[in-house]
């Protein structure tokens, strides 16, 4: 059973950026599809961003396409690259993982999860 530690989260003001790592234990980098979701006060927790197992694949939000990048360090870690950050995006952010293949956007996809670290954006 994998298990998954995320870090990287804080205060940044608007137009900032901010790395955010999910770290794995129990488990190999390409045996898993990975995925990044938020969570804002009050709302349902919403894909952000997502990568295949092995990393060949990746898929974002609308939201957040061309500002926040997924990648994977093809050992046990998975990063969110947030740039241009905006008050919108504050949010917990979740890092899952999954042993199904593709792409995957549902939270019901994934199998695992991390216990989140919080990312606040200030204007």
């Known amino acids: 059973q994998v298990q998954l530690i995320e870090s990287g989260g804080g205060l940044v003001q608007a137009g900032g950026s901010l790395r955010l790592s999910c770290a794995a234990s129990?488990?190999?980098?390409?045996?898993?599809?990975m995925g990044w979701f938020r969570q804002a006060p009050g709302k349902e927790r919403e894909f952000v961003a997502a990568?295949?197992?092995?990393?060949?694949?990746r898929g974002y939000a609308d939201s957040v396409k061309g500002r926040l990048t997924i990648s994977g360090n093809g050992a046990n870690t998975v990063y969110l690259q947030m740039n241009s950050l905006k008050p919108e995006d504050t949010a917990v952010y979740y890092c899952?993982?999954?042993?199904?293949?593709?792409?995957?956007?549902?939270?019901?996809?994934?199998?695992?999860w991390g216990q989140g670290t919080q990312v606040t954006v200030s204007s």
């Open positions: 899952s993982a999954s042993l199904q293949f593709g792409v995957l956007r549902t939270t019901t996809s994934y199998e695992y």
């Open positions: 129990g488990g190999a980098f390409d045996s898993y599809a």
């Open positions: 990568i295949s197992r092995g990393g060949g694949s």
